[in-house]
């Protein structure tokens, strides 16, 4: 029986290990495609920084120029359990 899973585990499993060094040996002895002509002298067909940005929008204004902001709602208190005597 021992015997049986030092061959499971020496053999079988190393065996997707050899195929994935197989198909990498196939694909790097594949020659490669040949280029297609290209009148272009090798430049892309749209340039990479077709023109510059435009700028951002600005921001709102800030300062006495502007209305007063919105003042925040009043704070209250949440109700809380009444106190229970710790002696």
Same mark, same amino acid.
């Given at each position: 029986m021992n015997g049986w899973i030092f061959f499971y585990l020496m053999v079988v499993l190393k065996l997707p290990i050899v195929a994935l060094f197989a198909i990498i040996w196939w &694909?790097?002895?594949?020659?490669?495609?040949?280029?297609?002509? &290209?009148?272009?002298?090798?430049?892309? &067909?749209?340039?990479?920084?077709?023109?510059?940005?435009?700028?951002?929008?600005?921001?709102?204004?800030?300062?006495?120029?502007?209305?007063?902001?919105?003042?925040?709602? &009043?704070?209250?208190r949440s109700a809380t359990a009444p106190q229970r005597d710790h002696a």
């Open positions: &694909a790097v002895r594949e020659p490669p495609q040949p280029a297609e002509a &290209a009148d272009d002298n090798g430049s892309s &067909a749209k340039p990479r920084f077709p023109h510059p940005r435009g700028p951002l929008p600005r921001l709102p204004r800030r300062g006495p120029h502007q209305q007063e902001p919105i003042p925040a709602p &009043a704070r209250t």
